[in-house]
Structure formats: C-alpha cells, structure tokens
C-alpha cells in the first residue's frame, strides 16, 4: 500500500472535505481577522478548461495561505450564468438555455471540487436564479430614482451576428468581443447606466490602487476613461438663431481657425444642411450613407484618407470675426465633444491634411522657431565676426505638410501674440469667459453605459410602459420580475427582444391606475450582474435585501481578486461604478470593490492560445486523469510567475506528479512519534527547514508561488538525504522537516498534503493546521573563513558570510592587518577574489 495513488486519495478526501466543509466561511462570533479572497465567476458554457485550471490553482493558494495564517477567509464561487453563450447554445440545439445552463454549472460544480479549490460551497450563486437577478432588478431601480438609469435614442454598436447592442466596451477593436462579427451603427433607443457621471472619480481613485493592482491595468482604465481639459467656445452661425459650440484642448490655437468641421452624423450636420441647396443636400446625403458604413476605428485613423463636403454654411469667430467655412467630415465624432470642432490646420494634423486637400488656408499662430532659437546658442561667427544664426528648416506646414504641434511664442494672434502656450490658454479662456463665448471644459473618451439588450436569457428590465408612453417602475414589492418560460417564444436573434411576443407575460396592468400597459421587452447586460457579485457573497440566499451592510462593513472590500487581463477594462471598470454608486446611496462604506488584483496568464500550447480550429486544445480532465489533480495544480504554481503565460508544451506535470510521490514517501519513512522533542535533531536539516518557514510566507504574498514550489523541493532532498543517511527517519528533525513539506504542499497539492499528515499522526485537515514560526536561532546566517594571501603566502584570515559579495570581500581583505603590513607599501598588481574562502593578492618592487 506504500504507491502514491492520486486517485483513491482524491476520492478519500473529497468525501471528508464534503462532510467537515473545513472552507466554510467562520460564522459572526468568530475572532480571527478576516480576508475576503475571489476568484472571478466562471460562465457556465461546457466544462471547466485549463485555463479555469490556473486561475483556480492561483487563486487557492492565496485562500489556503491566509487561513493557514490564522484568518478566517471567505472564498466564495457562482456562476455568472445568463448570458449569450446559454442562450445560443440552447437556440442551435432546440432546448431551453435553462436546461444547457444548470447541467453545465452542476458538470462544473463536480470539475471544482475534484480540482480542491477550497470554495465556501454554501454561498454558491447562480445570477440566472431568481433570487439573484431580483436584485439587479432592485440596483436598476435605486438607480433609475436618482437618474443613472435613463433612456435615450442615440447611434449605438450593433452586432449583426448576435442581432443585439453592444456597449462601447464590448466592441474591441471594431469587432464583437463576443463572436467576432464587425460592429455596425443603428440609432436606436436604449437604456443606459450614466457612468460618465463617475467619470473624474473613475479616474481620480486608480491613484489609490497603483502599486496594489497591475500597473497595465490601472493604464488601460485611464486611458479608456480619457479626460481631456480644454474648453467650449462659442460660434455665432450665419442663418442660425443658436450659437455652435467646440470642443478644444487648444484655445490658444482661436486665431488660427480658419474653417469648422461638423460630424455628418449629427443632429447638427442635418441641421445646418437643411438650409443648404439641393446640390449639397444630395452631396451631403450620399456622404452620410457612406460614413454611416464607417468603423469607428477607421474614422478615428489618421492615416486615413481625408473626405467631407461643404456644407454652404458660415460660422463667425468671436475673437476677430472671421468668417469661417462649415464643412461636414466624417474624421469628427458625433458623440465626442460637441461633435463639432474650430479647424487649426497649422497646429493639428488632421485639420491640416483635410486643409491641403481642399485648398482650405492655413495660418500660423504658435511660432515655433522662437523656442528653438532660444534653445540654441550661438558659436560661431563669420569673418565679419557676427554670429551665424543656425539655418532653420521651413516651418510652414502648407509646405512640409508637417503641422506645428510643439512649444513656442504665440504669433498673429491679436492681444495673445508674445504669450506662451499655458498663458494663453489662461488668457483665451478668461477672455471668453467675460464675453461670455466660452468656458473651460473637460471631455471623456467614456460613454454612458448601454444595458438593454434584445436577447431572452438575462434580467428583465423592471419598467412598465403605459399606453401614453410613460414609464412606471415595477412597485420594490413586485419584484422579482421573472423571466416567463422560454416554451413557444422564438429565442432566434431578430433584433427585437423575444420577450415582447410572450403575450402573457408582457401585458400588465399600469401599477398606477390598472389601465393596460407593457413590460420593457429588454434584458439586462449581464455585466450588470457581475458588477455587484461579490456583495452577494456575504449573504447570498437572504431575500430581504441584496447584501447585508453589515456584513459588507466587515468583509468588504475583497482583499484580494484574482482572474484574467481580459476584464481589465469591462467587468473592473463596471463594478467601480457600481460601488461608488452603492457608496452614493449610503449601502457600502468604500469606494472601490477589489483592494488588490491579480492577473494570471494564459495556457497556451505550442506558443499560441488554444482553440478549436488550431486542434491544440488541451483537455484539463485528461491532464486530471492523467497525472492527478496535485500534479496539475502544482505544475500550474511552479511553471513561472502568476502573470506570465503558461506553454503547456514547456512544462512537466509528469515530473510534477514524480515530485509529489517522492515528498508523499518521507511520511512513510518518519519513524518517529508526533510528540517528539521539538527543538532537537539535526541541526543542518533544521536550518533548511527554519529557512523555508521564515521565506515562504513573504514570498506567497509577493506571488512568488513558483520561488515557493522550488524551496520546497530543495526542502524534500534534504530530508531524503537526512533519512537515507545520518541521522535516519526517527531524528526529530526529519519529523519537523515533514511536517513542514506538508503544511508547504498544503498550498499546492492538497490531497497528498492531506495523505502526509494523515501519515505523520495529525486529525486531519492540515489545510486547517497553522503555519509554524522560524526559530531565529536557526536563521542566523553561519560564517565561513576567508583567507588572505599575499605573494602565494597566508598573511590573515576573516570571518565572512558565505553569501559575501567578491568586490566586499576584496575590500575587506586588503584592509586587513596583515595584508597591509606584508605589501608594506608596494604597487598590488593583481587580485584573484574566490569568494568566499580565498583572496590571493600579488605585489611588485
Ligand atoms: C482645435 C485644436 C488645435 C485642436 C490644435 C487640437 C490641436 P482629445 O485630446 O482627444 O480630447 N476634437 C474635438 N472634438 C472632436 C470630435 N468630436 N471628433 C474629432 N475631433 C475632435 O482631442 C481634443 C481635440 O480634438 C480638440 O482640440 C479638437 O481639435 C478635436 F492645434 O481644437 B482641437
């Protein structure tokens, strides 16, 4: 019975786990500090991969290292499980999403515990389930009370493929970040979630966050955030009762404007044109139909190829009232700024490209010659002995192309001309603040979020539309509205929620009068629902409320979050919001919802990521059967460092599995009694093993769990070589040293952890066992002795760290006594260092 036998001890602690549920979270009364430690939800779409394997593994070890620092952890897992992926696959197979969706999670549920992540399972959530997405329900309307939930009809990103709305966020790259199909536009009307309103908070709390989570990240989200600060100025339109105001990071630049480009998709271009011929009317019509085939990516390239039309429109510059061209161009964004823009072709790229196309002028008002003239001194002379100015390239962008975007003197530019950039924005802005033309401004890449969907399998928007087309929340009490049995309804994406053909469901009585009225048809996004999750957690099954304040006060925020780069923008960003909504509302006492993230890599295989049509998909319950699921999680902790890509190909889960055998045989070989002496023993196998106690802790919480896994491995020869040799099994050291391999491997390889200390004596959990401290008698570092030669003779001798540094030791060896005195003053010509034991010193005269 002495083989290591992954399975049958996978099958003998699963049960005692089932039974003892030593992961369950402590319950009020209890002591300890707490940490709050989540991995991020799966979607229940097929089996758990290899890619839920790492994360899973990684974030484990964090759990099982802080309940083994003596705190009482929550470790909650669900299921994020409405959603598309349901929803299609239910479509294609003829049955209902609820079906394909509970299998799934129950196949899941039994893939986890297999794996031993030490889950709470008695907090498990499913979003689908009523009794969550009752309160996605309740959230929406806190949130439509106090205006952040709104209703607008805007241009929005439309999957053809999906025939649903995206968000801004769910486009990546011009492209459905769920299937892949180009994202086209469709002006529809939507609802949204008024994140722009947190936008400055956005932003201004990342700062709080930088050096606790990955810098990559905290960059992404300012950049998507994007404020700029500028300022709104004013132009009076010839023909138009209403002034036009731009958006510009450069007022300073006013002077220099010479026409205005409005986006030929806005309200205004259609606006401005209905005053205009026929001739541009048709120019104009058949421009938008172009534009409107347009990806957003291509309109906001550069590079690209400048159109537009002229629109026969004036606006008049309220600095120097100028007359200025109106043009429409498709490079302006109808939904960034005000959606239309003073042109300063000198200064901007994109306005002098469109300029040089259309022959529109271009003026110069920032000299920038007059920084570079600064900046260069003067050194030469001519034989008149004047100085010779450097010759200066010419700097008229109509000429190189080039526009002049750097530093310099204000020029043509009236009362600004002599002041730099900052003055003059200063003055500018001041100036059309007193005239009242202008104001300064701050702008946003972010959009409002847009959460209505036309899709079945997610949370019904809680709104009820009356027959005059006023709307009326569902009554708190009323709620949830669930979803009605997807029987009869045609599930097929046809761009109108399938909900509005469930007669039944849909036709309600107004809440108000009882007069007929209509359920919204729409479904929440769902990341609606992973945006409040983890508040869940702490009482997922009470149904008066969605989370419990108080218990929110004590285990809120998460300490620590652990789970894939892909939501560094999307789900992260959203659950800010949501808090510092919830925080707003007086329901959390913090503002930000995750105080540390970690980002695994990825598996991959031969270099690339897995996927189907490369056919290098790595199945996890193979790799589970055949090497166990010890082998897996440990090959996981020790291929390199959490964030870096795992390549399938390079690792070893076969040696994994060897090593694992060979640390589960030292418990075999442990002959002594669990009450030994402790403190006695073998003292060199007790400095390896007071080490490892002393560095891995510092090395789990700085993620080092590969430097982790290599200790332990240096700790495991050790403690063979101490039992093969002298002193033997039944040394109270080899006991010590064991035991700590298996409160090491605990964090890695649960199961033959739990087998070792089974072995060695313990009642089991070891999982539950406390850490044990270094003794720091055992730590201080041993000496060795150095000697010092002198023209092939030992003059002196030091005691030194065996760790020393050659260019120390060297230092310290020519200062000795007795090298000082046997060079006696003459040239030292070589020194050959062998730290630490030799430094040999050679003289010459
Ligand atoms: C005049 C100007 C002169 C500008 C100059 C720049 C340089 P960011 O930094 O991205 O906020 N802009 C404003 N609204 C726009 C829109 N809807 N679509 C496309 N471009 C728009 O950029 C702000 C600058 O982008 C604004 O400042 C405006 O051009 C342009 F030497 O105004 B600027």
């Known amino acids: ?33 707490r940490k709050y430690v989540l991995d991020m939800f799966p979607y229940p779409s097929g089996d758990l991969h290899m890619g839920h394997a790492e994360a899973y593994a990684l974030g484990d070890v964090i759990a099982r ?23 299609n696959a239910a479509i294609k197979r003829g049955i209902d999403p609820r079906a394909w969706t509970y299998e799934n999670i129950e196949q899941q549920k039994r893939s986890m515990k297999l794996y031993a992540a030490s889950f709470d399972w008695d907090r498990v959530l499913h979003t689908s389930d009523p009794e969550y997405y009752k309160w996605n329900q309740w959230l929406f309307l806190k949130m439509y009370e106090k205006g952040l939930a709104y209703r607008k009809a805007s241009w929005v990103n439309w999957c053809p493929n999906d025939q649903t709305v995206l968000a801004n966020e769910q486009v990546v790259d011009g492209v459905c970040e769920r299937c892949g199909a180009t994202a086209e536009k469709k002006k529809l009307t939507q609802w949204y979630f008024k994140i722009t309103d947190y936008a400055d908070r956005l932003l201004d709390d990342l700062n709080q966050l930088e050096g606790s989570w990955p810098s990559k990240v905290i960059a992404m989200q300012r950049n998507w955030i994007g404020r700029s600060i500028g300022a709104e100025v004013d132009f009076e339109v010839e023909g138009r009762e209403e ?49 409107q085939k347009t990806s957003e990516i291509d309109r906001q390239d550069a590079a690209r190829e400048k159109t537009g039309v002229f629109l026969d429109r004036f606006a008049v510059n309220p600095v120097n009232g100028e007359r200025l061209p109106i043009w429409a161009a498709d490079y302006v964004l109808s939904d960034y700024g005000t959606g239309a823009i003073m042109a300063v072709p000198a200064h901007d790229q994109r306005d002098l490209d469109f300029a040089l196309k259309f022959g529109l002028p271009v003026r110069v008002v920032v000299d920038t010659n007059a920084a570079v003239t600064g900046a260069i001194p003067v050194i030469e002379t001519d034989e008149n002995g004047d100085p ?85 929340p569902v009554p708190e009490d009323q709620l949830p509205v669930t979803l009605p049995p997807s029987e009869g ?9 399938p909900l509005g053909a469930a007669e039944d469901w849909v036709n309600v009585p107004n809440p108000v009068d009882g007069s007929p009225a209509r359920r919204d048809p729409d479904t929440m996004d769902t990341f609606v629902d992973s945006s409040w999750y983890f508040l869940r957690f702490l009482n997922p099954h009470d149904d008066t409320q969605a989370f419990d304040p108080k218990e929110a006060e004590k285990w809120a925020p998460v300490d620590q979050y652990v789970g894939g780069v892909t939501h560094a923008i999307l789900h992260l960003l959203y659950a800010r919001f949501i808090t510092k909504v919830l925080y707003d509302l007086g329901y959390v006492s913090f503002t930000e919802p995750f105080s540390a993230l970690l980002n695994q890599g990825m598996v991959l295989m031969d270099g690339s990521a897995m996927s189907k049509s490369k056919g290098n998909i790595v199945q996890l319950s193979e790799q589970l059967a055949l090497h166990g699921v010890d082998a897996v999680r440990l090959t996981m902790a020790f291929a390199g460092p959490p964030e870096d890509d795992i390549d399938w190909a390079d690792v070893s889960p076969h040696a994994s599995a060897k090593f694992l055998a ?39 919480e700085s993620f080092k769990f590969n430097v982790v896994v290599a200790r332990l491995m240096e700790l495991v020869n050790a403690t063979r070589k ?6 033997g099994g039944s040394d109270a050291a080899v006991r010590e040293a064991t035991e700590t391999v298996a409160l090491g491997l605990s964090l890695f390889a649960p199961y033959t952890a739990e087998d070792m200390w089974e072995r060695l004596g313990h009642p089991a959990p070891v999982a539950l066992a406390g850490w044990r401290k270094a003794d720091p008698v055992l730590l201080v570092e ?18 030194v760290s065996p760790t020393i540094d050659p260019a120390e030791l060297e230092r310290l060896a020519l200062a000795t006594a007795g090298a000082i005195r046997s060079i006696a003053g003459r040239e030292v010509v070589n020194v050959i260092v062998r730290a630490p034991k030799i430094v040999s010193i050679s003289t010459r005269g």
Do not use: C
């Open 1 to 33: 019975h002495d083989d290591y036998d992954f399975a049958s001890m996978q099958e003998k602690w699963q049960a005692s786990w089932d039974e003892l549920k030593p992961f369950s979270t402590a319950t009020a009364d209890d002591t300890r500090p």
């Open 65 to 87: 290292y802080w309940r083994q620092q003596g705190f009482n952890v929550l470790h909650p897992i669900g299921w994020d499980s409405f959603g598309l992926p349901a929803e």
């Open 243 to 291: 002034k036009v105001a731009v958006f510009t990071t450069r007022p300073d630049t006013l002077y220099g404007a010479t026409f205005m480009v409005v986006a030929p998709d806005s309200d205004l271009a259609a606006e401005l044109v209905a005053g205009s011929s026929d001739a541009v009317k048709q120019e104009f019509a058949s421009y938008l139909t172009a534009v």
């Open 388 to 472: 010779v100015l450097p010759e200066l390239p010419s700097l008229d962008p109509a000429v190189t192309g080039e526009a002049l975007g750097g530093e310099g003197r204000m020029m043509n530019s009236g009362p600004l001309d002599g002041l730099s950039k900052a003055n003059a924005i200063k003055r500018v802005t001041a100036q059309l603040e007193e005239a009242g033309t202008g104001r300064s401004a701050r702008n946003y890449r972010l959009r409002d979020w847009l959460i209505s969907r036309q899709r079945y399998w997610g949370t019904p928007i809680p709104i009820i539309h009356a027959e005059d087309g006023s709307m009326v």
């Open 489 to 497: 309804l045609d599930l097929k994406p046809k761009g109108s929620s």
């Open 662 to 700: 060979r640390a589960w045989r030292l418990a075999s070989d442990v002959t002594s009694a669990p009450d030994v002496l402790w403190k006695t023993g073998d003292v060199g196998l007790r400095r390896v093993t007071h080490r490892f106690l002393a560095d891995a802790p510092k090395l789990i």
């Open 722 to 727: 101490a039992i093969d040799g002298a002193p």
């Open 782 to 799: 041993q000496s060795v002795t150095a000697v010092v030669q002198v023209d092939g003779k030992v003059r002196d001798k030091l005691e």
